[in-house]
């Protein structure tokens, strides 16, 4: 069983920057690919970003692209989203995730994922 904590979250000015962390229990997780979902109030949950289980392949939705960086350290058990140059559309419950099948963490919503952790509120105002 794998559990994921999300950190990192607050509150941030428009063009601003956030590190969100995931921390991962479980000894399987470096075996796993890792992704983030959003959820904005009154919208469906929607991929922002994933990455390999190796590390070595990162995927983004178009709307972040070139905004956000996802990365591993498989050492710390921990999956990353740097976010920068954020806008108030930005704004959602960011949630963490985890599959072994790349084609469910890169799914338009998550549909499926085999873990989830609780969410980190970010809220950027204009």
């Known amino acids: 069983q794998v559990q994921l904590v999300e950190s990192g979250g607050g509150l941030v000015q428009a063009g601003g920057s956030l590190r969100l962390s995931c921390a991962a229990s479980?000894?399987?997780?470096?075996?796993?690919?890792g992704g983030w979902f959003r959820q904005a109030p009154g919208k469906e949950r929607e991929f922002v970003a994933a990455?390999?289980?190796?590390?070595?392949?990162?995927y983004y939705a178009a709307s972040v692209k070139g905004r956000f960086t996802i990365s591993r350290d498989k050492a710390k058990n921990t999956v990353y989203l740097q976010m920068n140059s954020l806008k108030s559309e930005d704004t959602a419950v960011y949630y963490c995730?985890?599959?072994?099948?790349?084609?469910?963490?890169?799914?338009?919503?998550?549909?499926?994922?085999?873990?989830w952790g609780k969410g980190t509120l970010v809220t950027v105002s204009s």
């Open positions: 995730a985890a599959d072994t099948e790349l084609r469910v963490v890169t799914g338009i919503t998550g549909y499926g994922m085999d873990y």
């Open positions: 479980g000894r399987t997780f470096s075996a796993l690919h």
């Open positions: 990455i390999t289980w190796s590390g070595g392949g990162t």
